[in-house]
């Protein structure tokens, strides 16, 4: 196993980008040399990269869209004609709007969560019918959902036992303990199974 760089400010950013860090090390860091650590890991991580590259913190500030919409998604008595708009929150009023629409099995999933948001205009007739979609698409024996990016760990396992599906979660821990101290991407490769055997 090699040893991973201590995360401070002597560490360049190349050393950085290719060594593993929980997200409370990268919080630490930020704190320690005034980055803002809020945000999701690749966020904090895009931001590590930057002070380490030009020892500057940016205080570029993204602005961030006002809704235009003031409909109270929480409160308002919803239809299937309800116009989902651009402030769309996923409530208890919603979830409870689809559990009559749909049925008691109705909950929210990440992908249904996106359309809603990407789909501002359309109404929540349109909303059940989309659910109901993603639904079959993921009853299927083909479907695998999609991992997002800053959930190494977790698509680094899946994709490990998908590939060698006589190996226990075990196994798949320890060959991602070592992956992730070396500097190298932490995304599986057969060679990985080096580890174990």
């Known amino acids: ?3 991973r760089p201590t995360l401070d400010s002597r ?3 190349d050393e950085f ?7 409370e090390e990268l919080v630490t860091f930020c704190k320690l040399h005034g980055i803002k650590s809020s945000g999701g890991k690749i966020d904090i991580a895009t931001r590590i990269e930057q002070y380490l590259r030009t ?3 940016s205080s570029n500030k993204i602005p961030v869209k006002k809704p235009k919409s003031k409909f109270d998604w929480a409160n308002e008595t919803l239809t299937a004609q309800t116009i989902i708009t651009d402030n769309y929150k996923n409530s208890e009023n919603v979830r409870a709007f689809f559990k009559k629409q749909i049925g008691e099995h109705f909950k929210f999933n990440t992908e249904f969560m ?3 948001k990407a789909n501002a205009g359309k109404n929540l007739s349109d909303a ?7 639904r079959q698409k993921q009853k299927s024996p083909d479907y695998t959902p ?4 800053q959930f190494e760990y977790n698509k680094y396992i899946r994709d490990l036992l998908t590939d060698n599906p006589g190996l226990t979660i075990r196994e798949a821990i320890a060959c991602w303990k070592e992956k992730r101290s070396m500097p190298v991407p932490k995304k599986y490769d057969k060679e990985d199974l080096r580890f174990i055997l």
Do not use: F, H
Not at 17 to 23: I, M, R, V
Not at 128 to 134: F, G, K, P, T, V
Not at 146 to 149: K, L, M, V
């Open 1 to 3: 196993m090699s040893s």
């Open 11 to 13: 560490i360049s950013a």
């Open 17 to 23: 980008k290719t060594n593993y860090w929980l997200l």
């Open 55 to 57: 020892g500057s913190v």
């Open 114 to 116: 996106n359309w809603m």
């Open 128 to 134: 059940a019918e989309a659910w109901n979609q993603i």
């Open 146 to 149: 999609e991992i997002a990016p």
